[in-house]
C-alpha cells in the first residue's frame, strides 16, 4: 500500500507540476500583458499626438489618465497644442492683415527670390497688367515691359542680383489696356545674419505724367532757346527780395558778351 501510494502520488506530481506552471505561465502572461498594454497604448497616443501637431492639426488631444509621467507627458503635449494653436491663429490674423495692406497700398509691390525669379505680386500690380498671378510669377512679368526697354531692363536687374546691390531703373510697362506707362522700379535685397541674400523685394511707381510734364517742359525750353537765337533776344529771372539774378538765358550771356562761366 505504502509503495502503491507512492506511485500515485507521483503520478499526481506528474500532473500537478505541469497544471501549475503552466498557469503560472499563464497568470504572468496576462501581467505582462496588462503592464505591456499600460506602455504601449499611451506611448501610441503621444505618437499620435505629436504626428497630428506635425500636420498642424492642434485640435488633435491625446487623453490618457492617470499621475503617472506619461500622462503629465500627455498633458504637456496638449497644452502645447492650444498654445500652438493660439499662435498659429495669430500668425494667420497678422498675415492676412499685412496681405492686405500690401495690396491695398498705391504701389505696385513684389518679392523675389534670391535667382531673381518674382514668387509674390501684389493684387494692384495684376490689376494694372491684366496679368494672372500664373503669369507674372518667375520671369513671366517681363512680357508686359516694352520690347524697347526690355533687354536694358533684364540686364540691369541681371547685374543688380549678380552684385547684390539695390537697384533703379525707369522703363514702360504695358497696362490692362495696351497702354504702355512710365514707371519708377526699385528693388533691394534682403540678407541673412551671413550676409547671404534671401529675398528681393521691389516697388514701382507710375510716373508717367510726370515724364510728360518733363518732356513738354524739355520742348518748351527747347522752343524758347530757339525763338531767343532767332530774333536775337534773351530773357533774365530777377528774385525782388535778395535783389540776385537767378537765371540769365545763353543768348543774353551772348548778347552782353558774356562768358557763362
Known sequence: EAIESGFQARRQLVLILPAAALLTLLVA???????????????????A??????????????????????AE????????????????????????RFRLTIDTIPAFVWSALPDGSVDFINRRWLEFSGF??????G?????????????????????AVASGKAMEFEARVRRADGQYRWLLIR??????????????????????????????????????AESQRLTNTGSWAW??????????????????????R
Open 29 to 47: 502572461v496576462v501581467l505582462g500583458w496588462n503592464v505591456t498594454r499600460s506602455i504601449i497604448d499611451p506611448l501610441s497616443q503621444l505618437e
Open 49 to 70: 499626438g505629436a504626428r497630428a501637431l506635425a500636420k498642424g492639426d492642434f485640435g488633435h488631444r491625446v487623453a490618457i489618465q492617470g499621475e503617472d509621467e506619461l
Open 73 to 96: 507627458l500627455g498633458r504637456v503635449l496638449n497644452d502645447s497644442a492650444q498654445q500652438l494653436a493660439v499662435l498659429y491663429e495669430t500668425l494667420r490674423s497678422n498675415e492676412a
Open 132 to 137: 494672372s498671378p500664373e503669369q507674372g510669377v
Open 139 to 159: 520671369w513671366g512679368w517681363a512680357e508686359a515691359v516694352h520690347p524697347e526697354d526690355r533687354s536694358h531692363f533684364l540686364e540691369a536687374w541681371t547685374a
Open 187 to 224: 528693388n533691394v535685397p534682403l540678407h541673412d545674419e551671413a550676409a547671404n541674400i534671401v529675398k528681393w523685394y521691389g516697388t514701382s511707381a507710375d510716373i508717367d505724367d510726370r515724364k510728360r510734364m518733363e518732356e513738354a517742359l524739355r520742348r518748351s525750353e527747347a522752343y524758347l
Open 239 to 260: 528774385d525782388v527780395a535778395t535783389g540776385e539774378y537767378v537765371y540769365w538765358s545763353e543768348d543774353l550771356f551772348r548778347i552782353y558778351g558774356i562768358d557763362p
